[in-house]
């Protein structure tokens, strides 16, 4: 069974940090790229970074630029997403997504429909 598991969320004041986990299983987390969505109250759902399956490559959508970092950790089947300086505009609902599609630019990877396998979301509340 597919599965990919969103961790780490939690309410934290503006400036503050947290750390997002994504573990796989059911399928080779190797062969995948692994993207984050967020999806805030009445808006849509967003690409917010992703990591290729050989971890080379990265892209953040430029909200976040310099203040997320998305890592992985092959032996653990884990996808990480250190975010550093959060903001209230950061609160959103934030979920993992697999993809064997590869990207040289920064458009489509931000679409949902690339990809295969998606995690249950994680809330991060960020107040002011």
């Known amino acids: 069974e597919v599965q990919l598991q969103a961790s780490g969320g939690g309410l934290v004041q503006a400036g503050g940090s947290l750390r997002l986990s994504c573990t796989a299983s059911g399928f080779t987390f190797d062969d995948y790229a692994i993207g984050w969505f967020r999806q805030a109250p009445g808006k849509e759902r967003e690409g917010v970074s992703l990591i290729s399956s050989s971890a080379t490559s990265t892209y953040y959508t430029d909200s976040v630029k310099g203040r997320l970092t998305v890592t992985r950790d092959g032996a653990g089947n884990t996808v990480y997403l250190q975010m550093n300086s959060l903001k209230p505009e950061d609160t959103a609902v934030y979920y993992c997504?697999?993809?064997?599609?590869?990207?040289?630019?920064?458009?489509?990877?931000?679409?949902?429909?690339?990809?295969?396998?998606w995690g249950q979301g994680t809330q991060v509340t960020v107040s002011s």
């Open positions: 997504a697999a993809t064997m599609e590869s990207y040289s630019n920064d458009y489509y990877w931000q679409q949902e429909d690339e990809y295969d396998y």
